[in-house]
């Protein structure tokens, strides 16, 4: 997720402690989750009224469910695995009271306005690849959603929201509002990057901002979003990273990297997120730009920002 900057600083004084280690499952697991959680967006996520389960959603797209239902939502998903019984965040994500996750989700909608000004002329760049060419978007770690008044104005297209935190729902939907989408344009689903809960070659593009420092497992994360992605589908980012090895700040971010995981929801201050995705395979390649953000607290400063093609 996004970084908590300023409360990790009202806390350096304090005794840090680490995070849980989580444990990966298999990937047969792994699909089972994916399972799980298409069962859960089953019952939260519904057609616009009148629709069916064979009908065509906002976007234009037809999406053929394997159970009929005039309830099915118009997610390109799967039927589920009804024998799994574990919410599949709480594999990958580290679990936490309601009462931080809403502060978290509070913090975000009201203390990162100085960073999304900094940001928004990358974030401008980046989404004008999306203009013309992509109608069904996947968002993962969609957060409160202040990407969301950078996608192109189509109004045929759909915007998946995904994010662990379910406190992040209202505020996601509002950002969608206030961003001129239509309801039916916009569905928040619970879910991790880990596990997309969307099927094979389901999406033209996947939008991570702020995101891959706090996933489990980047490189499952990154072959999840190639496999959900269309051939041709376009992966567009932005990411705080490392500071360089052997620099004063690498080795202050070393020292803090406990605390930040804890205040800021399993964020990471010393991932090389940049190499992942060079990593990736990505079939059409990746352009990966570096930046300096200022707004951010000097120890998670530098960001890389670019695009990946299937």
Not at 1 to 8: E, G
Not at 71 to 87: E, G, H, Q, V
Request: hydrophobic share 35%; aromatic share 10%; charged share 20%.
């Amino acid at each position: 997720m996004n970084i908590v900057a300023i409360v990790m600083n009202q806390v350096l004084s304090s005794p840090s402690s680490h995070v849980s280690s989580l444990t990966y499952s298999p990937r047969r697991t792994i699909r089972a989750s994916r399972d799980h959680l298409r069962a859960e967006s089953l019952k939260s996520h519904h057609l616009p009224s009148g629709s069916n389960s064979t009908s065509l959603c906002s976007c234009g797209r037809k999406h053929f469910l394997e159970a009929a239902s005039p309830t099915m939502p118009f997610l390109p998903i799967s039927s589920p695995n009804a024998s799994r019984s574990k919410d599949v965040t709480e594999t990958f994500h580290p679990q936490r009271p309601d009462w931080y996750k809403e502060l978290f989700a509070w913090f975000l909608s009201t203390g990162m306005r100085s960073y999304e000004a900094e940001i928004a002329g990358y974030k401008k760049k980046l989404f004008n690849h999306l203009a013309g060419k992509a109608e069904t978007v996947l968002e993962i770690g969609v957060g409160t959603g202040p990407n969301l008044k950078y996608y192109p104005g189509n109004e045929n297209i759909c915007v998946f929201g995904m994010d662990p935190n379910h406190k992040m729902e209202k505020y996601a939907c509002e950002s969608a509002k206030e961003a001129g989408m239509k309801p039916e344009n916009f569905r928040f689903m619970k879910g991790v990057g880990e596990a997309i809960p969307l099927d094979d070659d389901s999406v033209d593009a996947v939008v991570a901002t702020l995101v891959l420092c706090s996933v489990s497992d980047v490189t499952q994360t990154l072959n999840e979003i190639k496999r959900v992605l269309r051939p041709g589908g376009t992966f567009l980012f932005i990411e705080h990273v490392a500071a360089e090895d052997g620099s004063f700040f690498r080795h202050v971010q070393n020292v803090l990297d406990p605390i930040q995981q804890v205040v800021a929801d399993g964020c990471h201050l010393t991932r090389k997120t940049d190499l992942h995705i060079s990593a990736a395979g990505f079939g059409g390649g990746a352009e990966i730009n570096n930046a300096a953000i200022y707004s951010f607290p000097w120890i998670i400063r530098p960001h890389v920002y670019g695009v990946a093609y299937k």
